[in-house]
């Protein structure tokens, strides 16, 4: 991905909460709370597989959702 705002947010996101926060893109499992891990997996027209899982869970699937969709990346968040 070119944009470097919308991984640069993303982290920064993600960060704020407890929760393990793990982008899935096809095979390959990305901490989101590395910024290196985004910059390599981020890519804008994949399809991604968002897994939250600790204390705030339902927060972080929530803004996480939205940070996802306001830079226009395809992310189901996985309810598990």
């Known amino acids: 991905m070119s944009d470097n705002t919308a991984v640069v947010e993303i982290s920064q ?6 929760s ?4 899935q893109a096809e095979n390959k499992y990305i901490d989101v ?3 290196l891990g985004l910059f390599t997996t981020l890519v804008g027209n994949h399809a991604y597989e968002l897994h939250v899982h600790g204390p705030d869970a339902e927060e972080a ?10 830079h226009g990346l395809n992310v189901t968040v996985v309810s598990e």
């Open 20 to 23: 393990s926060i793990v982008l």
């Open 61 to 70: 699937k929530t803004a996480m959702a939205e940070v996802f969709n306001k």
């Open 13 to 18: 996101k993600a960060n704020q909460f407890r």
């Open 33 to 35: 709370k590395s910024i």
